[in-house]
């Protein structure tokens, strides 16, 4: 599929990456990082111009490297900048859903070694995710355990100081182009999700092997994983035997709030695109912006964009804060941003009218794009299992008991 954003684009539009219009949320190097994304974007619009396929893929991530936005996946000082992830992803989201995706996995694949590995695990695999000369992937998705990840079934055995690990992982975003998975499976199935442990499994492993790319509905480098007997020495062992699920859920709370904010950059494209159109066609001898159904569409759309960015970067700012949990927050920033990004997209392409629906046109592939978004890093539908129970606990926790 042809990209559909010029570098022209990337000259005259925002990108989506004003810190002005929030300053409360932000710090003074956030403002700074918005040119620095701004230069990224251009250079991945230019390498999406050769065309999609792995080779472009692995040259994205060694770009997003080269212009350091990687490094803040793990951090050499200080904490990770969960703002600075999102506006990272807000930008990428506006320009490529596919670029958006190979920055955000590369984060899956890092931060896990980088907040629950030791120091040598560190020395060895964090500077070539840095600055992107290797590739990372989170592997945790099976074909029996997706919302419910608790049951997955593949099985790690420990044979002697080493382990074999065998088992099934589908969907696993970056599969095609990866260097290596931090990898889920269970140690102790007699322990349930308590038996789980988290692996750094190399690509050239042997018993390892890869499947895809995979074709989805919009650009997207994935495949599965099928692992039979793969021998991985223990210091490939991530925490302690047991600690995997806490390390996956740990994660996925961090990442599931700038999935969010990729899904604000693709809104904020396809508002952009709607604003343009409405000025630009004319109707009945006058822009279509003037007719007032298409006002009120384009003013719902800013309100709900605005909100979403809200809600992503209270969510990030609290967690950048140092917030004991920012389980709720993450939820409700994933769920209502993925959402509305949904509805402004569509509303965008229907201002399009019969153009919004041609391959190549910037509305139609966002309307491709965000669908993913509502589905990965936990669907809408558990974030509100998450969100609901949150807030019945709080109301049974203030119930004097009976
Ligand atoms: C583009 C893409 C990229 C992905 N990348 C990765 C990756 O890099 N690594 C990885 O490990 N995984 C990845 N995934 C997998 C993703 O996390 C799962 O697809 C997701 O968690 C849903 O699991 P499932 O597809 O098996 O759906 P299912 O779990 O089968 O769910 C089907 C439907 O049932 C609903 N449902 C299930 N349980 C409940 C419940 N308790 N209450 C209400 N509704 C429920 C769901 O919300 C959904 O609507 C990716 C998926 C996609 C689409």
Redesign the pocket.
């Known amino acids: 599929m042809s990209a559909t954003t010029r570098a022209s684009d990337v000259e005259t539009r925002p990108v989506g990456l004003s810190t002005d219009d929030l300053p409360f949320l932000f710090d003074d190097h956030h403002r700074a990082l918005a040119d620095t994304v701004r230069a990224a974007v251009r250079d991945v619009v230019a390498l999406e111009a050769k065309g999609h396929g792995n080779d472009t893929d692995r040259a994205i991530v060694a770009s997003l490297g080269a212009h350091t936005l990687l490094h803040g996946f793990a951090p050499t000082a200080g904490s990770v900048d969960l703002r600075a992830i999102c506006l990272v992803r807000e930008g990428l989201g506006w320009a490529s859903g596919n670029a958006d995706s190979l920055f955000a996995?590369q984060g899956?694949g890092t931060y896990p070694i980088h907040a629950f590995g030791n120091d040598a695990q560190r020395d060895r695999w964090l500077a070539t995710a840095r600055d992107g000369t290797h590739v990372a992937?989170?592997?945790?998705?099976e074909p029996e355990a997706?919302?419910?990840?608790a049951s997955l079934r593949t099985r790690a055995e420990r044979v002697g100081d080493r382990w074999s690990i065998t088992g099934e992982?589908v969907?696993?975003?970056?599969a095609p182009i990866a260097d290596r998975f931090v990898l889920f499976a269970n140690a102790d199935p007699s322990r349930g999700r308590r038996g789980i442990t988290a692996f750094v499994v190399p690509r050239d492993t042997a018993g390892l092997t890869v499947e895809g790319p995979t074709a989805?509905v919009a650009d997207?480098s994935?495949g599965a994983l099928h692992l039979d007997g793969c021998v991985v020495d223990d210091d490939c062992r991530l925490g302690a035997v047991g600690d995997g699920f806490k390390i996956a859920m740990a994660t996925l709370d961090t990442f599931r709030v700038s999935v969010g904010a990729a899904a604000v950059g693709m809104a904020r494209r396809a508002l952009d695109e709607a604003t343009h159109r409405a000025v630009a066609r004319a109707q009945f001898g006058r822009s279509i912006g003037e007719q007032q159904q298409i006002q009120a569409y384009l003013a719902d759309m800013v309100t709900e964009l605005d909100a979403a960015r809200l809600l992503v970067l209270r969510a990030a700012r609290l967690r950048d804060e140092g917030a004991a949990s920012i389980t709720q927050e993450a939820a409700i920033a994933k769920m209502f941003a993925t959402e509305a990004a949904q509805r402004i997209i569509d509303r965008a392409l229907q201002i399009h009218g019969g153009s919004g629906v041609m391959r190549g046109v910037a509305v139609e592939r966002l309307y491709r794009e965000v669908r993913?978004l509502r589905?990965?890093?936990?669907?809408?539908?558990?974030q509100k299992?998450v969100i609901a129970s949150r807030l019945l606990e709080r109301e049974r926790a203030r119930l004097p008991s009976t």
């Open positions: 996995v899956l992937a989170f592997a945790l998705t997706g919302t419910d990840v992982k969907f696993i975003s970056n989805l997207h994935i993913a589905i990965y890093e936990g669907t809408t539908e558990i299992v």
